[in-house]
């Protein structure tokens, strides 16, 4: 702990039990920590507690504090919000690391004469209509080509102020003369039809389609009426480019209004929230973010701080949030769904997608510039949802392979910081047990396999990974309880059935999620030794054919026999071919001795 420990500590009885943001600063006056409390002195204190319930990462924390200032606010949601921002101007060593600090463009609807619509990466306070931001490009680019090809707008930069028109201070531009524009700068539009131009394009750009389309349906119609019909065919293309663009958007229910929707996931190092906008039924947005974890942060805490940071980003005021579980606060005039059926739970699970694929490609990213950072982010993912001791460099993992107890045999697979060592796999022939006993041929391969690694005094793995359930895991434990392993090296077993885990001694399992690089890695080694088990097995079994059918007749040898098999496919296609056939291939005198032997029976 830093020198003067017990002076904060005593600073924490002066605290107030106001909620609000507390920071930790070194010895060199720079902040390390801000974190966010309901009651500032009694989470502050819980830093200074004489217990062994602050972690590791924690306890460092607490050694570089040497002085606490806070600010009280008045509701823990001020709290929440002034801690985000905090963070993200002084970037302290120890809290999360919000790993995106693009700068996303919008589109703008400027505050002025005949708005001009635009994209920007600017957001400037200047009375101006901003929609955004999109986190793709792409996106933004499309809605700027769709409102194109619906409205004839201006582009140019010219004030089109009353008084200038009418004193007829310009002169139509390429665009008018091209049909870009309907040339309001001398007066040929209205600004009262400009403008209805521009609030149908507000709806589009909230995603309401529905009421753009209503308005120009009845626009369609009142130009029928009035036998205006190349007006109104103009507005049924209209019609048509919105159908052609929502069809290639991704419409999620007609039944759905506007939600946000916020998935989780993580790996060691880093937690992955991806953000989904839902208006009127279709989704407008999709964003991911990395959250760096810098302390042994809750899920909880993260997704609320990748919340509370995407929709300041993204202006999003939205009052229906869904989420996988519940944050730690609670967000005024909002509301925290979490779904269990239905739409919604499709959208989550959409979303959830969204951001393990993200995650993959990050680590896709990671093992391209540097392999040794990858193997070690997935060692450590490894050690921490298996609770192992130490990091697992070396796994092996043992499958029994035998057809109705015949040729019984065993495989070991080897992998070495997560991934195959083909040159160190071993087979093993069952020598003590008789007849199709797993159990018993796992407790023999066990035993003969470290039996031999301590007796060479070889290196030991740091995992040992059996195939099958309680029973051969029991057997394997009994193998390294009689050479004094068991305390020393970490068994499980996984059961193929629903691909649960089990320890030594517990007779509940523990289940994985499906998804992540744990169970993978753990079933890619399981199908290795099951492979390589088999393979063996098969020739063994191929061997024994020969032995058992061809080579029992005398004078033919095990070459002519596997000469045999290898041209006619099997024994059976051996008996089936005549005499001559046999003579191309073993020679008169070796024919006559098989048709021989398959004439008589023997």
Not at 112 to 126: G, K, M
Not at 145 to 174: D, G, P, Q, T, W
Not at 268 to 289: C, D, E, L, P, R
Request: hydrophobic residues 35%; proline residues 3%.
């Amino acid at each position: 702990m830093s020198d003067n420990f017990e002076t904060i500590k005593n600073k924490t009885s002066f605290l107030p039990n106001k909620p609000g943001v507390y920071q930790f600063f070194n010895k060199a006056g720079k902040i390390i920590y801000i974190g966010k409390a309901i009651d500032i002195k009694k989470r502050v204190s819980s830093y200074f507690r004489d217990d062994d319930k602050l972690s590791a990462k924690t306890k460092l924390l607490v050694s570089k504090i040497a002085d606490i200032k806070y600010i009280v606010v008045d509701t823990e949601f001020d709290a929440l919000l002034l801690e985000n921002n905090l963070i993200k101007k002084y970037k302290p060593r120890y809290n999360i690391q919000l790993k995106d600090d693009k700068t996303y463009p919008w589109i703008v609807i400027k505050n002025e004469p005949f708005p001009r619509v635009l994209s920007t990466r600017h957001h400037i306070n200047d009375g101006s209509s901003y929609f955004g931001p999109y986190a793709s490009v792409r996106m933004m680019n499309t809605l700027l080509e769709l409102i194109r090809k619906l409205y004839k707008l201006r582009s140019c930069k010219l004030n089109l102020s009353e008084r200038a028109i009418k004193n007829k201070n310009y002169k139509v531009c390429l665009e008018y003369h091209i049909n870009n524009c309907e040339g309001p700068c001398i007066g040929e539009q209205s600004e009262e039809d400009y403008m209805n131009s521009i609030n149908e394009i507000k709806n589009i750009l909230k995603g309401n389609f529905v009421e753009v389309k209503n308005n120009l349906y009845k626009l369609m119609a009142q130009y029928s009426e009035q036998y205006e019909f190349e007006k109104a065919q103009e507005v049924k293309e209209k019609i048509d480019i919105l159908a052609r663009y929502q069809s290639k958007s991704l419409i999620v229910s007609d039944k759905l209004n506007n939600f946000d929707v916020f998935s989780f996931t993580e790996d060691i190092n880093s937690a992955y929230v991806n953000f989904i906008k839902v208006m009127y039924g279709a989704i407008v947005q999709s964003h991911t973010i990395e959250l760096r974890k810098r302390l042994d942060e809750s899920k909880e805490f993260l997704l609320e701080m990748a919340i509370t940071d995407i929709r300041q980003r993204f202006s999003s005021e939205t009052k229906h949030i869904i989420v996988p579980f519940l944050p730690e606060t609670k967000l005024p005039n909002a509301t925290y769904i979490v779904p269990q059926a239905g739409n919604n739970k499709k959208l989550l699970e959409l979303s959830e997608r969204n951001a393990i694929m993200y995650k993959l490609e990050r680590h896709k990213q990671t093992e391209r510039v540097d392999p040794n950072k990858h193997t070690a982010r997935i060692l450590k993912q490894l050690q921490q949802d298996l609770r192992l001791p130490n990091l697992p460099v070396r796994i092996e993992c043992f499958d029994n392979s035998n057809i109705q107890g015949a040729y019984p045999v065993a495989a070991m697979s080897v992998f070495i910081n997560g991934k195959p060592a083909k040159d160190q796999y071993r087979h093993f022939h069952i020598k003590t047990v008789k007849g199709a006993n797993d159990f018993a041929s796992m407790q023999e391969v066990i035993y003969r396999r470290y039996k031999r690694l301590l007796d060479e005094k070889s290196d030991l793995p740091q995992l040992i990974i059996v195939d099958g359930g309680k029973g051969q895991l029991s057997s394997a434990m009994a193998s390294l309880e009689k050479l004094d392993l068991h305390k020393k090296i970490p068994i499980i077993s996984i059961a193929e059935k629903l691909e649960e885990i089990y320890y030594p001694n517990d007779s509940l399992p523990m289940y994985i999620d499906k998804k992540s690089e744990t169970l993978k890695i753990i079933q890619h080694l399981r199908d290795e030794a099951h492979r390589f088990g088999v393979s063996f097995h098969r020739n063994l079994r191929e061997k024994g054919t020969i032995k058992t059918e061809l080579t029992q007749i005398k004078g033919i040898g095990e070459t002519s026999a596997k000469n045999l098999l290898k041209h006619f496919g099997s024994v059976e296609g051996v008996k089936k071919a005549t005499q001559e056939q046999l003579a191309e291939v073993v020679g008169a005198h070796r024919a006559e001795l098989v048709c021989s032997y398959f004439r008589s029976g023997s």
